[in-house]
């Protein structure tokens, strides 16, 4: 004997029902997970957005993006209520790591692809972008000559430690100008460094100039590639 209720077919616990969805033919079901299927592919490929300097050579010293990290405790202390991340850059590559290692790989490839056997750079005495620039000339076998300004008066020490020193161990060699003596010192040198045969390569103070800016180019390529999405960069 019947109970009066209607049988309803028993279904498992996960099982979710769509309106219509069992009277859908196979093609359509097809179709629709299809479309599916490319709105996702879209997506990607617009999130993963195509390198622009990935067609201008460089040496690759950096084999992979910087971490970036979450710094709560930082942000606790110095800026409360912002969620503070750090692109860690200090852990590239070269003496002592630093964000002008991202320069150099474009400029020493520029250097080797001329030819040039000498690098000649400049900076402060106790300069970041000098120790970077020794460090790859060593890495690269080439020989380098760092000029090194005094900007304040009395600053600079042969027998300094921090980057002076390391300047001696990467094998640079070192000249040292007052103030503004740049600029008079690099062209004597250069015309010295010719005369004997030599071919120099001068990369800019700092590495800046427009084909090192594509190290920042890459920085920011990493920065938008990143899972996490930021409301400011600094």
């Keep these: ?10 279904r498992p616990s996960s099982y979710v029902a769509y309106p219509g969805l069992e009277h859908m033919s196979r093609l359509s079901l097809a179709l629709a997970a299809g479309a599916g299927a490319l709105v996702t592919w879209i997506a990607l490929r617009r999130r993963r957005r195509r390198d622009p300097t990935a067609s201008v050579p460089r040496c690759e010293y950096a084999q992979s993006p910087t971490p970036i990290e979450r710094m709560p405790r930082l942000a606790s202390r110095a800026c409360a209520g912002v969620d503070v991340y750090v692109k860690r850059d200090d852990l590239l590559p070269l003496a002592g790591g630093g964000s002008k290692t991202r320069k150099l790989e474009f400029l020493m490839r520029e250097a ?10 400049c900076g402060a005495v106790q300069s970041n972008h000098c120790r970077l620039t020794a460090s790859a000339a060593a890495m690269d076998g080439l020989r380098c000559v760092l000029i090194l300004e005094e900007r304040v008066p009395g600053s600079y020490a042969a027998d300094a430690c921090g980057n002076n020193y ?10 040292v100008v007052a103030d503004g003596g740049i600029a008079a010192a690099q062209d004597a040198l250069l015309a010295k460094l010719k005369a004997e045969g030599a071919k120099p390569y001068v990369i800019p103070g700092g590495g800046s100039n427009a084909l090192g800016s594509l190290g920042g180019v890459r920085c920011a390529e990493e920065i938008l590639a990143a899972p996490t999405r930021f409301d400011a960069i600094v």
């Design 112 to 121: 080797q692809d001329a030819g040039a056997d000498v690098i000649v750079t």
């Design 166 to 175: 390391s300047f001696e161990l990467l094998g640079a060699e070192t000249t």
């Design 1 to 10: 004997a019947g109970t009066g209720k209607s049988k309803v077919p028993h």
